[in-house]
């Protein structure tokens, strides 16, 4: 069994930062793939960005350039910094983990954290 952590989100005014980080803990062999995903009232899940076991990164268009991800392999954790952030930007956050064992690859979420961004 896999557990995830989430910590960071918050209020933040317009333009502000925050970091958001994902930490996994249980049984599994290896982790490949780590990334973010959030969902704003009424809207679907989407993804923010990934990261692979090679450091390779996706971004969604609205995020680049502003959001920073990335990973530590040691502490099987991902983060998020996320800078000039935006109204639009509220949303629950969720980590998401690919994890493998020697029987199969699986997906892991974790419980999501509020990242409000209001003046």
């Known amino acids: 069994q896999v557990q995830l952590v989430e910590s960071g989100g918050g209020l933040v005014q317009p333009g502000g930062s925050l970091g958001l980080s994902c930490a996994a803990s249980?049984?599994?062999?290896?982790?490949?793939?780590m990334g973010w995903y959030r969902q704003a009232p009424g809207k679907q899940r989407e993804l923010v960005a990934s990261i692979g076991s090679g450091g390779s990164t996706t971004y969604a268009d609205s995020v680049k350039g502003r959001f920073t991800i990335s990973r530590d392999n040691a502490k099987n954790t991902v983060y998020l910094q996320m800078n000039s952030l935006k109204p639009e930007d509220t949303a629950v956050y969720y980590c998401?983990?690919?994890?493998?064992?020697?029987?199969?690859?699986?997906?892991?979420w974790g419980q999501g954290t509020q990242v409000t961004v209001s003046s």
């Open positions: 998401k983990v690919g994890v493998a064992t020697l029987r199969m690859r699986y997906d892991v």
């Open positions: 249980g049984s599994f062999d290896s982790i490949y793939a």
